[in-house]
């Protein structure tokens, strides 16, 4: 999907879903592996939307350092995008820091999502720059792992993530949307959104939590509509 396409028709949309309204969407439709647990912001409540653009990562000397990990992948992006490191959840070797994040925010990147830790948080967010990553960590990434590829499939968490996939991410975690299933998804977030939306306001209308309950089928309202 063009840049153009998907910030018309869905990036406001998505932008008002949380990830939870997106991964009961995802199980409402039978969409495993969609959600990713432990990937928060480093800095603030900060949401980032947009198409993936993948790096991968493993051990320095397994395969030859050609760049400098990011440079590819953010000179490639277009306003929107999100960088996705696949750094397998490796909590004590920094993939992210400052310049990569000054040079994405310079494209109009959206932010960058990491398997993984990154550093120099605080510079980022000075120049507003959002960080999803699993730690913090202050050590260089030289010497220690390189890229190994750049727009290729990738995982964070169980959750596989193809270049052009959907990424959104929040303070609850992150999600991955096929692209080919990007608007019923939406569309099913968009419905449980209102009904919760709905459930909400009687509770502060005075009714009960009972009575909500079954007004509502709490229990079932994953279950697809007839």
Known sequence: MKVNEFDREYRSRLMALATSNLSDSLDRLGIKLGAV?????????????????????TA???????????????????????IVIDNRGDLYNNCWGEILAMGAKMKGVSGVVVDGAARDVDACETFGFPVHARGTVPTTARGRIVQE???????????????????VADVNGVVVI???RLA?????????LAK???MIKALESGQSM???DRQFNYENMLRQPD
């Open 196 to 198: 919760e939306l709905a």
């Open 60 to 82: 320095a000397g397994a395969v030859p350092s050609v760049a400098h990990l990011g440079v590819d992948a953010i000179a490639n992006s277009e306003p929107g995008d999100v």
């Open 37 to 57: 647990i432990g990937i928060t912001p480093r800095w603030g409540n900060t949401k980032v939307v947009g198409r993936a653009v993948t790096i991968k990562m």
């Open 149 to 167: 590829s750049w727009n290729v499939p990738v995982r964070l968490g169980d959750a596989p993530v193809r270049p052009g996939d959907v990424i």
């Open 210 to 212: 009972q009575d909500v």
């Open 178 to 180: 096929p692209i080919e």
């Open 184 to 192: 019923e998804v939406v569309q099913s977030a968009e419905d449980i």
